[in-house]
């Protein structure tokens, strides 16, 4: 069983942006007026054309510093730089493969 987060009306107020950022992070927090149960903060579904939006669990892995995100530049941009008549990435990989298993006894 999931536990969800709660918060009085007092808290809420204090805490407002903190329990957003949980929210926004895919948590779900009740909200609660004398310990009665009046509203629930859920987090709402991806929004049309957010391709480009960074998905809430990679945020939380790069916030905790356990992954960088990449930029995600056009291919034309990461290829530049390599050694004239290089058509591909997978060109480089395949002569060193090949160069690999030719010095190996």
Known sequence: MVMMKTANVTSLRKHLSHLLDA???????????????IARLV??????????????W???LRRAGVVRVGSLKPVPEILKGF???????GDLAVKAILEDRRSEP
């Open 43 to 56: 987090p709402v579904g991806p929004a049309t054309g957010s391709k480009d939006k960074v998905p809430s």
């Open 58 to 60: 990679l945020e939380r």
């Open 83 to 89: 050694p004239a008549g290089t058509r591909s990435l």
């Open 23 to 37: 929210v926004r992070h895919g948590e779900e927090v009740e909200i609660l007026d004398r310990n009665v149960p």
